[in-house]
C-alpha cells in the first residue's frame, strides 16, 4: 500500500525487454537506504516487486499484464520515473491509500498556468468515470492529487510547485500517456452498489437481478 506521495525521483539505467515483458534498473535520485529482496516499490504509480537492490538502486520485473495496462513499456534508459516505498504501519498517511495497481492510462489535454501552480486537464476511458468525483482523489503516474473538476471522461488537477519540482510532472506534455489509479475506496463503493444500480460489478461478473421494484409491485407486493 501507498500513499502517492513521491519520495523522488530516480532514472532508468537499463531496461531489458524480453517476450513481451521487461526487467528494470534504476538508480534513484535521493536516498533509498537498505532496499531489500521482495519489498514493494511504485515505480510511476505501479506497484512492482524489487528482485535485486544496492545503494539507491534497485531492479524489478514488469510482466506483459503491467506492461499492457501501465506506460513502463515506453521507459527507456534515461528515462526519468517517480518512485515511492511502501507505507509503513505508524508512517503519516498524507496523501490517500494508493494500491499500486493502475486502472487505465490516461491522456494529457491541456495544461494552463495559474498562478504558481499549473492546471492539468487529462482524458480517460469513460468507464471509469464514475469512480472519478470532484474534491475526491486521483493517483497520477503514482502522484496523489485533489481531482478540482471532472466529466464522464475528463478530470483537472491543479500542479503546485513543490509537486512540479520533486516528481517529473514537469515534464508532462500534451498528448502524454501517465497512469491512472481510482480512489480505491470508490472502487468497493460502486462494487457494493452494483446490484441495487443496475451494474453487474457488485455480482461477480453475473447479470443483474431481475427483482426490481417494478416485478415486486406486479406480483402483489
Not at 516487486?49 to 506492461?67: D, H, I, P, R, W
Not at 481531482?147 to 510547485?161: A, F, K, Q, T
Request: aromatic share 6%; charged share 15%; with cysteine.
Amino acid at each position: 500500500m501507498f500513499t502517492g506521495l513521491v519520495a523522488g525521483m530516480g532514472i532508468v539505467e537499463r531496461a531489458a525487454p524480453s517476450g513481451g515483458q521487461t526487467r528494470l534498473e534504476v538508480k534513484a535520485l535521493f536516498p533509498l537506504p537498505a532496499i531489500v529482496l521482495g519489498e514493494s516499490i511504485a515505480m510511476h504509480g505501479v506497484c512492482l516487486t524489487v528482485e535485486s537492490g544496492g545503494e539507491n538502486a534497485f531492479s524489478a520485473y514488469a510482466s506483459a499484464q503491467t506492461l499492457r495496462k501501465t506506460n513502463l513499456g515506453a521507459l527507456t534508459p534515461g528515462s526519468t520515473v517517480n518512485l515511492e516505498r511502501a507505507l509503513a504501519v505508524g508512517d503519516r498517511l498524507g496523501g490517500h491509500l494508493v494500491s499500486g495497481h493502475v486502472d487505465c492510462l490516461a491522456r494529457v489535454e491541456a495544461m494552463v498556468p495559474e498562478g504558481e501552480s499549473v492546471r492539468y486537464t487529462v482524458s480517460f476511458p469513460y468507464e471509469f468515470g464514475r469512480l472519478v468525483v470532484p474534491k475526491g482523489s486521483v493517483c497520477l503516474d503514482g502522484v496523489s492529487l485533489t481531482v478540482n473538476g471532472c466529466g464522464s471522461d475528463w478530470l483537472c488537477v491543479n500542479i503546485i510547485p513543490a509537486t512540479q519540482t520533486q516528481t517529473t510532472v514537469s515534464g508532462w506534455k500534451n498528448g502524454q500517456a501517465v497512469n491512472m489509479e481510482t480512489d480505491i475506496i470508490g472502487k468497493y463503493v460502486a462494487r457494493m452498489m452494483a446490484p441495487y444500480t443496475g451494474g453487474a460489478e457488485g455480482n461477480g461478473g453475473a447479470k443483474p437481478s431481475a427483482i426490481t421494484e417494478d416485478f415486486l409491485r406486479e406480483h402483489g407486493f
